[in-house]
């Protein structure tokens, strides 16, 4: 299976840009995907296709990357955005999770 | 609006089965792959299977293929997933997901998901 690699944890100033990082272990093209979760939440979808933001999501929340390496940033960061980030990968099967990047606001 | 309205908490003992529905409304899901995804207390997300409710065909990761079962029944718009012989690491929250536009073909990128079921598996 495809392994994603997140860094565990943030803590950014409001204001601030942050970009959290995403590494497969093996090629997706741009089938990358980054979705928020907060506490008690579901999962939302904010990129997908590796660039595209979703429809409603603000336009903060930008990503880049191709193959296997990943970005998602936030410029800037607000109070709201605290939360967990995940990426996703649907380039090979079984599709295949991050385990989180946790973002603080200081 | 498109809403997945999960059941309620389980609570199961090691050995039995529980089985959750994800009842969808605003969409129809025949025109869509059900996604179950599950996360574990403090973890991740993992994905369990898909099915395509149009045709009952799925698909399972291959850790679960002997422990959960995808089914859908299109006449009340709900899908459903059975969990057998419960183990205490099967304690997770169990989420549906689909995907409600359908982007250059990938029906994985999951942008309706329900409010996420918990099942705990305690003797």
């Known amino acids: 299976d495809t392994v994603l690699t997140q860094s565990p944890a943030l803590a950014v100033s409001p204001g601030e840009r942050v970009t959290i990082s995403c590494r497969a272990s093996?090629?997706?093209?741009?089938?990358m995907h980054w979705y928020q979760q907060k506490p008690g939440q579901q999962p939302k979808l904010l990129i997908y296709?590796?660039?595209n933001l979703e429809s409603g999501v603000p336009a903060r929340f930008s990503g880049s990357g191709s193959g296997t390496d990943f970005t998602l940033t936030i410029d800037p960061v607000e109070a709201d955005d605290t939360a967990t980030y995940f990426c996703?990968?649907?380039?090979?099967?079984?599709?295949?999770f991050g385990a989180g990047t946790k973002l603080e606001l200081k | 609006e498109v809403q997945l309205q999960q059941s309620g908490a389980e609570l199961g003992k090691p050995g039995t089965s529980v089985k959750l529905s994800c009842k969808v409304s605003?969409?129809?899901?025949?025109?869509?792959?059900m996604h179950w995804v599950n996360q574990r207390p403090g973890k991740g997300l993992e994905w369990i299977g898909r099915?395509?409710?149009?045709?009952?065909?799925?698909i399972y990761a291959e850790k679960f293929k002997s422990k959960a079962t995808l089914t859908a029944d299109t006449s009340s718009n709900t899908a459903y997933m059975q969990l057998s012989q419960l183990k205490s690491d099967d304690t997770a929250i169990y989420f549906c997901?689909?995907?409600?536009?359908?982007?250059?073909?990938?029906?994985?990128?999951?942008?309706?998901w329900g409010q996420g079921a918990s099942v705990t598996v305690s003797s």
């Open positions: 997901a689909i995907p409600l536009i359908i982007r250059g073909g990938d029906y994985y990128v999951m942008d309706a």
């Open positions: 605003g969409y129809n899901i025949r025109n869509t792959y």
């Open positions: 099915i395509d409710p149009a045709n009952g065909n799925t």
């Open positions: 093996e090629s997706v093209s741009t089938g």
């Open positions: 296709g590796a660039s």
């Open positions: 996703q990968q649907s380039w090979n099967d079984p599709p295949t």
